[in-house]
């Protein structure tokens, strides 16, 4: 596709319930990363997949929060059991990652609400 | 991790350069810099990167140190459309975005 996609753009979960995002990168980028943006705060990192290698899951949370890449394109992020601070719009990138320094394109985002 | 250290926030006059300054004294001898802007709560953009040299495009001006420890960004006539929050994230790999640094261009 054109730019990185993202699904749902919003999404509304009551307390206790799993949610899935979505994200489709740009094709051919080997690089994948999830940041999560609460409200008026900056960018926290998630965890940042590169190719066939071992993903850096060191932003995660907790252990509700996990994302799997499958075939080496499209990315689920599944948050299991959420809880109302859990709420923010998480924002999706990718990235040619040709070593030294890649341009990292973002998506538009999901945003949950946890009610 | 690398890190880097940015001011939250600035104020700059509609029509004046803006300079955005970042200290990223961890940096790797072949690591570039990046700035990034977000507007509101949209996805970051990209603005410009560089390794060594001073660079140039059509949005802003990109000045590193020598030592290649700190860098600062130049809106060379900031328009109230540049009011966002912009970040220089370190290092290679997954990046570190941080809180960045909230200009505000005012008319």
């Known amino acids: 596709g054109a730019g990185v996609s993202q699904s749902p753009s919003n999404k509304v979960t009551e307390k206790g319930k799993d949610v899935e995002l979505r994200c489709d990168p740009i094709?051919?980028?080997?690089?994948l990363y999830w940041y999560r943006q609460s409200l008026g705060q900056g960018l926290e990192f998630l965890i940042y997949?590169?190719?066939?290698?071992?993903?850096?899951k060191s932003g995660l949370p907790s252990d509700r929060f996990s994302a799997e890449r499958t075939g080496g394109s499209v990315s689920t992020l599944t948050i299991q059991r959420t809880q109302q601070e859990d709420s923010a719009v998480y924002l999706c990138?990718?990235?040619?990652?040709?070593?030294?320094?890649?341009?990292?394109?973002f998506g538009e985002g999901s945003w949950l609400t946890v009610v | 991790d690398a890190k880097t250290t940015q001011p939250p926030s600035m104020d700059c006059a509609e029509g004046r350069a803006a300079n955005l300054p970042c200290n990223h004294s961890?940096?790797?001898?072949?690591?570039?810099v990046y700035w990034y802007r977000q507007i509101h709560s949209q996805g970051p953009q990209y603005i410009i990167h560089?390794?060594?040299n001073n660079e140039t495009n059509e949005m802003a001006s990109l000045i590193i140190t020598e030592d290649r420890k700190s860098s600062t960004l130049i809106l060379p006539h900031a328009t109230l459309r540049d009011t966002a929050v912009y970040y220089c994230?370190?290092?290679?790999?997954?990046?570190?975005f941080g809180t960045g640094t909230r200009l505000k261009v005012l008319a």
């Open positions: 990138a990718s990235s040619s990652d040709t070593g030294a320094g890649n341009t990292i394109y």
């Open positions: 094709s051919g980028h080997t690089a």
């Open positions: 997949f590169q190719g066939n290698s071992a993903p850096d």
């Open positions: 961890t940096i790797s001898g072949n690591e570039y």
């Open positions: 560089g390794l060594k």
């Open positions: 994230p370190p290092g290679r790999g997954k990046y570190i």
